[in-house]
């Protein structure tokens, strides 16, 4: 075996041309130091993606950077350069502050549970591989030049084998010598060609049990996964599938980024569970002894996971065309119930998943009759949102949102046809509370409605925020956005400036929408801002992207764009029996958090939409602009927006008397 790889070795360091066909390096995601994600495949419309083998306190490394700007500067419309960084011992933070002391201007992919850094073979700091795109296998690996060696550094190279590979590459052409000996600091694999000791991994203890806690729940006869886990021979089956899945992150899907507060029933893999994963699979996908747990998954039951409704109301049926756009669907459904209840809980099934792209659910004291008003009946009272992955919400403890008896059952449906025709039921089962409970829950949106997104740019990030005006309780975000959305954040900035990551999504897939609880609900005080900013990524190397060359406006269709932060919270001081609510204070702070570009608090000329502008020009403003500067403060836009209030109170009381 061993000769083999000697041989193997051998010809690859002087096979000529034949060494091109080296392995071809399977599609990987890793998180850089940021958490921003980082998927190979993603760059298939570069030459070339180059990736430097780095690890914190190489001196060889740090010597190399300035070279491999050089050669940034050269190749960097076609090519990419990205370092990795597989050592044990570095974590997200020690390299944030690697990256900060040296001034380090490329992102570094970490890859903590070494499983890239295994198959690729990584063995040096300092190595750069060239992989190919066109067929993603290693056209070129070793040192950048000659320059650095141990403790010997040149003022110049002589050698340039990076920039002969990558011209070689770029051309179409084969490199000369595709592989090379490399200085640099050795990383230690300790898992590396311990196949042996993979292949004792046990399916039926350890592999099987990973599988029924992450993934059984959708993959089981009836739910939503594509395929089964209902024994060993489909995960072997499988294995190939899983291994990629798990490698690129797209399954479970769910990221978060770990660092910031914990997220309740996170369904994401540990790092062990990935290493574990991957490596009895790369052992062959051993059955071992033992029973095998998953012959005891049931189907999904055609029935409410969180128990019998208090409530169920189906949707009137809507028939989906094959193809087309459907605009969004706003249906009412009259509420049966002859009594005020609290609701502690809301499901929602949809009759057909693959048209139903998203249901909001409302409800109104009122009939509101079809028309303008409809559009927004959701938001009166709202209940949650259904997209796959958040099928249902059970209310944070103490809380509940109260229905009135009458009045409607407010639905928002996106529909998207999927080539042919289909009917669609849903079904919306509410839970109750036995009695009223302390807290009213709340529901509001950080709405980013003024968003423009260049066509092309492939990181455009908008953002937007809401101000809480009384001291609040955070439960839960729902970031949203559409097919270029790629990472959403959700922070809170402070009254005296500090700034509290609570939410970061690395990798956004508009395929799953998640409403993320936060295990330990956050208090904020007054004059605290949620901002919510999400990343689109609009150019053709996306490949969710209907058009790279379409400047993107806001739209309610996916092929415009959101930027939506639903979120859940109370007010500190707001009880069930004494709830503290002034929809005017929550229009006006989403009008604020949408339109105050630089965060200023005010509204200058140039943030103001036109018919705002166009009153605050003409002077009629001048009144309520109480210190006479140039921008509107939120507090005298108030005083306005009541004033226009009494106006129109006023004006209709005259209608009334007149008629
Ligand atoms: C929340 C539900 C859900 C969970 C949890 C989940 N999956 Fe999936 N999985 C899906 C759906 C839906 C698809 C189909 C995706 C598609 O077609 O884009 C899928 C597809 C797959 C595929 C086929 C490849 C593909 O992209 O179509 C594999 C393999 C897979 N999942 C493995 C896993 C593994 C392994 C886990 C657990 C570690 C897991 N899944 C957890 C819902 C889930």
Redo the contacts with the bound molecule.
């Keep these: 075996m061993r000769s083999m790889l000697f041989l193997t070795a051998m010809f690859i360091l002087f096979g000529g041309s034949k060494a091109a066909a080296s392995e071809r390096v399977d599609n990987f995601r890793l998180l850089d130091q940021d958490h921003s994600a980082h998927e190979l495949y993603y760059h298939k419309n570069a030459k070339a993606v180059v990736l430097l083998v780095t690890m914190n306190g190489c001196p060889i490394v740090r010597n190399l950077l300035p070279d491999l700007r050089d050669i940034r500067a050269k190749f960097g419309d076609e090519v990419e350069f990205l370092l990795i960084n597989s050592s044990l011992q570095d974590t997200h933070k020690s390299i944030r502050q690697e990256v900060a002391e040296f001034g380090i201007d490329f992102p570094i992919l970490v890859d903590d549970a070494q499983l890239i850094g295994e198959t690729l073979e990584l063995d040096r700091s300092g190595e750069v591989l060239v992989i190919d795109t066109s067929n993603w296998r290693v056209a070129y690996r070793g040192p950048i030049n000659d320059r650095v060696g141990y403790e010997i550094q040149r003022n110049s190279a002589k050698a340039h084998y990076l920039t002969d590979a990558l011209a070689a590459v770029v051309a179409g052409q084969t490199v000369e010598v595709p592989k090379r000996e490399v200085f640099g600091c050795i990383i230690n694999f300790p898992e590396r060609d311990q196949k042996t000791e993979h292949a004792k991994i046990s399916y039926s203890e350890t592999i099987a049990p990973?599988?029924e806690d992450?993934?059984?729940?959708?993959?089981r006869p009836n739910?939503?996964?594509?395929?089964a886990?209902t024994s060993y021979e489909m995960i072997r089956g499988?294995s190939p599938?899983?291994r990629?899945?798990?490698r690129t992150r797209?399954?479970?899907?769910?990221e978060v980024d770990t660092n910031l507060p914990e997220i309740h029933a996170a369904?994401g893999?540990t790092l062990e569970?990935r290493k574990t994963?991957v490596h009895w699979i790369e052992a062959g996908s051993p059955r071992g002894i033992g029973e095998d747990p998953l012959l005891q998954v049931k189907p999904l039951e055609n029935g409410w996971l969180l128990g019998e409704p208090d409530l169920v109301v189906e949707a009137p049926p809507f028939t989906v065309p094959a193809t087309g756009i459907v605009e969004y669907q706003y249906p009412a459904i009259p509420n049966p119930l002859d009594r005020d209840v609290w609701v502690r809980a809301v499901s929602i099934q949809p009759g057909q998943t693959k048209v139903v792209h998203h249901i909001l659910v409302g409800t109104s004291e009122e009939v509101i009759p079809i028309g303008d008003q409809r559009r927004d009946a959701v938001f009166r009272n709202y209940l949650m949102a259904y997209a796959?992955?958040a099928e249902s919400y059970v209310y944070p403890e103490g809380t509940g949102v109260l229905v009135k008896a009458g009045g409607q059952i407010h639905l928002q449906v996106h529909y998207t046809p999927y080539g042919r025709e289909a009917t669609d039921v849903s079904k919306i089962a509410l839970y109750f509370h036995d009695k009223a409970p302390v807290h009213n829950l709340r529901q509001q949106v950080v709405l980013g409605f003024d968003l423009q997104i260049p066509s092309g740019e492939a990181r455009h990030e908008e953002r937007a925020y809401f101000e809480f005006d009384k001291p609040a309780i955070i439960y839960s975000l729902f970031p949203h956005a559409h097919f270029r959305g790629i990472e959403t954040r959700f922070d809170i900035h402070m009254p005296d400036g500090k700034v509290e990551p609570l939410l970061h999504v690395p990798r956004y897939d508009f395929?799953?929408q998640h409403n993320y609880s936060l295990a330990e609900p956050i208090k904020v005080p007054a004059g605290s801002r949620l901002v919510h900013r999400s990343v689109y990524d609009n150019s053709a190397a996306n490949p969710a992207n209907p058009d790279a060359t379409r400047e993107v406006p806001w739209g309610l269709q996916s092929h415009d764009e959101m930027l939506y932060g639903g979120f859940f919270f109370r007010w500190e001081n707001g009880t069930s029996k004494n709830p503290v609510h002034d929809e005017l204070n929550f229009q006006i702070a989403q009008f604020y958090g949408a339109l105050d570009d630089d965060f200023s608090g005010a509204l200058t000329l140039n943030e103001m939409p036109p018919w705002l502008s166009k009153l605050f020009k003409s002077g009629q403003l001048d009144r309520f602009n109480t210190n006479k500067d140039n921008a509107l403060t939120r507090s005298e836009y108030r005083a306005f927006a009541d004033y226009s209030a009494a106006e129109r109170a006023k004006n209709s009381a005259a209608n009334v008397n007149r008629q």
Excluded: D, Q, T
Excluded at 214 to 219: G, I, K, N
Excluded at 250 to 254: A, E, S
């Design positions: 990973i599988l992450r993934c059984v729940a959708c993959h739910a939503i996964g594509p395929w886990m499988f599938m899983i990629e899945v798990v797209r399954m479970p899907p769910w369904r893999l569970e994963l796959p992955g395929n799953w």
